[in-house]
């Protein structure tokens, strides 16, 4: 199993993904994502849940075609996960970042 960590973080805080999790919600092959995380072709992000969410956390993963949400708990345990996909239409640049707050 090839696993992602090191770019995702909150707070000091880094998780492990499973890179078949993240290529199979991006329609990519499994030894593709390393690469495409390193040369930044995957944009990531965590946002940490708060008041019902606390103890959570949501990792994005997103490409020009499609977003992938994977919500975990404070011990990395995939929660659920869900995918955006715009087909063959790119994705709209406000999915491909985190919201402003």
Known sequence: MIEIEGDISNGGQAFTVPAEVIAQGLKLA???VQPMLAGRQISTWVEAGVDEDFGT???TFATDKRRLRVIIDALGSILSHSTLDFGGHELPVAARRPSPR
Do not use: G, I, Q
């Open 30 to 32: 499994p030894e593709a």
């Open 57 to 59: 956390f949501r990792l």
